[in-house]
T-cell receptor, first 115, second 113 residues
Framework: DSGVTQTPKHLITATGQRVTLRCSPR?????VYWYQQSLDQGLQFLIQ???????AKGNILERFSAQQFPDLHSELNLSSLELGDSALYFC??????????????FGSGTQLSVL | TQLLEQSPQFLSIQEGENLTVYCNSS?????LQWYRQEPGEGPVLLVT?????EVKKLKRLTFQFGDARKDSSLHITAAQPGDTGLYLC?????????????FGKGTMLLVSP
């Protein structure tokens, strides 16, 4: 158990809909990261929050948004869903802003299926 | 964009066999990490290597960072069914954070009893 909690574990929805994925980082970790994993693209970095503020942005679509709340949990909002958004979405956390000497801990992921 | 190519994509072996998987790039990385991802779970960090030529051992797993810091290998001795999983390498540039970590697509390893 990594200590990172993601809910829900599975999500099935239809095209055009909007969903919210939730993540609680490990106790004491200030950074939360969101990744998307698909067979053809592999693991792609979406966005990072550090202590409530957006710190880095990756390949995140404009239809997607995220935030980190004062209690450090984070939500990833996906809207106007398309078939191609079907993927595993991972949340990860680290204690600091994300230097490579910090360890990155991943949650178990949310499997999103858009039908 | 820095790309990491992992090979082979899929490997199926019998328990007790040895194997090596590779992670190659045309780019230089300041650090290279290896993760193992089991079905239904997130990746778990196995090791970080930062020095060209560095070798690290973790029980039956041996990790090597290439001299030019463009490639890495993972060797498993006497593989066991518990080694089954997706092995991902990830390269970092400078110390600019995990946001700049580039992941390979992974090698799926299946070890049969």
């Amino acid at each position: 158990d990594s200590g990172v909690t993601q809910t829900p574990k599975h999500l099935i929805t239809a095209t055009g809909q909007r969903v919210t994925l939730r993540c609680s980082p490990r106790s004491g970790d200030l950074s939360v990261y969101w990744y998307q994993q698909s067979l053809d693209q592999g693991l792609q970095f979406l966005i990072q929050y550090y202590n409530g503020e957006e710190r880095a942005k990756g390949n995140i679509l404009e239809r997607f948004s995220a935030q980190q709340f004062p209690d450090l949990h984070s939500e990833l909002n996906l809207s106007s869903l398309e078939l191609g958004d079907s993927a595993l979405y991972f949340c990860a956390s680290s204690v600091g802003p994300g230097a490579h000497n910090e360890k990155l801990f991943f949650g178990s992921g949310t499997q999103l299926s858009v039908l | 964009t820095q790309l990491l190519e992992q090979s082979p994509q899929f490997l199926s072996i019998q328990e007790g066999e040895n194997l090596t998987v590779y992670c190659n790039s045309s780019s230089v990385f300041s650090s290279l990490q290896w993760y193992r991802q089991e079905p239904g779970e997130g990746p778990v960090l196995l090791v970080t290597v930062v020095t060209g030529g560095e070798v690290k051992k973790l029980k039956r797993l041996t990790f090597q960072f290439g001299d030019a810091r463009k490639d890495s290998s993972l060797h498993i001795t006497a593989a066991q069914p518990g080694d089954t999983g997706l092995y991902l390498c990830a390269g970092g540039v400078g110390n600019s954070g995990y946001s700049t970590l580039t992941f390979g697509k992974g090698t799926m390893l299946l070890v049969s009893p």
